[in-house]
């Protein structure tokens, strides 16, 4: 079961296996595939977890596999700007 983050169960359409390339850092990954969401791709709560993500706010990065992996939260329009 998906949640989204008022508790409401999401429909999921879809579960795809994809590869997702963090400046070089490969991560297969199934993927749930749900309509109308407010973003295009959204990293969970296990994703994070399992592949030991610290969020920073202080400088706004997001740290991947022990901080092998550094990405900006967020650029200066305020829409994340990672590449997959």
Known sequence: MLLSANGSELVVNAVTEVTLNFLGL???CS???VK????DFILGADF???????????PNALRLA???VNLPLQNTN??????F
């Open 48 to 58: 994070l977890r399992e592949n030991f993500a610290i969020i920073d706010y202080n």
């Open 31 to 33: 993927v749930k595939i």
């Open 66 to 68: 022990d901080g092998l």
């Open 78 to 83: 305020g829409v994340p700007k990672l590449k």
């Open 26 to 28: 490969r991560i297969p």
């Open 36 to 39: 109308h969401l407010m973003h």
